[in-house]
């Protein structure tokens, strides 16, 4: 998950931050809370984890507040959690959605950059998800806009005036799919981009040109201009075949030539859920579920550097 750079004021000694996934919290507490916590199930909260080392308080205890907004995907709660050297609690709770007895279900959360507003991808619709745009300071709704079907991960660009939403389509048949571009002063969809099959883990490079999303049912890594808000290049992650792709993004029936072919015995994809540039914009890591391993990419020569296996 993407660790980072939309930070929010300190207010009352607090400290906040925005990435996307089910919560956007602060600091190095994202590696540890992000990853455990991407549907809203936060990982103070699992029974099953193992207790703090007894030495934890020589460790050095938080020595300021954080405040970290989770979403709850299964109850359609927003939460505001403050964590600091008094512990932690819930500061602040809302519920979010249209209809009572129906969920919407939020998926992905985002700080805007001057800390004034929290978006939320809802992914459950009639058939389609939204973008939800709330006031940090008092969780006020702002604004809503429908995009397409299970919009999942986002991120806001560092203007702070453009969201990046992937069209995740969980439901029915595998076709191509879309990333949503949202103009949030506003709320209005400016561009639908058409991509790949279950699009997920939309990110940006650090000076907000290049948007990354992974295909899940492509083994793709489709890399989109941020000014021209279209599909720049292409690059193939399965294992032993990686290359970069041209032609029309997933072909005519959403698979490239090389995923009509039947399996061989052993074979093994990519299936990547999530691409994260690095902080230099010149190298990016794709997360492939079915090869247990990170693919990393050179984005210069947009080749493959290496696999980093991950057990």
């Not at 400290?15 to 990982?43: I, K, N, P, Q």
């Not at 008092?138 to 560092?158: D, H, S």
């Not at 103009?183 to 650090?206: A, N």
């Amino acid at each position: 998950m993407r660790r980072g750079s939309a930070r929010l004021r300190p207010r009352r000694g607090a400290a906040r931050l925005g990435l996307s996934g089910g919560v956007a919290l602060s600091g190095t507490l994202a590696l540890l809370a992000g990853a455990c916590a991407s549907t809203g199930h936060a990982a103070a909260a699992t029974p099953d984890l193992p207790a703090p080392a007894a030495d934890s308080a020589s460790r050095g205890a938080p020595d300021r507040d954080y405040l970290v907004f989770v979403a709850s995907e299964g109850n359609d709660r927003i939460s505001l959690v403050r964590y600091g050297p008094h512990g932690i609690a819930v500061e602040r709770e809302q519920k979010i959605g249209t209809n009572p007895t129906e969920l919407v279900g939020p998926h992905g959360l985002y700080v805007s950059p001057d800390g004034r507003w929290l978006y939320v991808s809802t992914a459950h619709g009639t058939p389609n998800g939204a973008l939800w745009k709330f006031s940090t300071e008092t969780g006020e709704q702002a604004g809503r806009v429908q995009l397409g079907r299970f919009p999942a991960t986002l991120q806001v660009a560092p203007g702070g005036h453009y969201a990046w939403v992937v069209n995740f389509n969980l439901y029915g048949a595998m076709v191509p799919s879309s990333v949503s571009v949202v103009y949030t002063d506003d709320m209005v969809e400016v561009r639908r981009i058409p991509t790949c099959v279950m699009p997920h883990g939309s990110r940006l490079s650090p000076d907000g040109r290049r948007q990354y999303s992974a295909c899940m049912m492509n083994d793709e890594l489709v890399e989109i201009d941020a000014d021209s808000m279209a599909v720049a290049r292409r690059f193939y992650l399965k294992p032993g075949a990686e290359h970069a792709l041209n032609g029309p993004v997933g072909g005519a029936t959403g698979h490239d030539v090389h995923d009509m072919a039947p399996p061989k015995p052993g074979d093994v994809g990519c299936s990547p859920t999530w691409a994260q540039p690095s902080t230099d914009g010149r190298t990016l890591w794709v997360a492939c579920n079915k090869a247990n391993d990170i693919a990393e990419i050179d984005l210069g020569s947009w080749t493959l550097r290496r696999r980093i296996p991950a057990g």
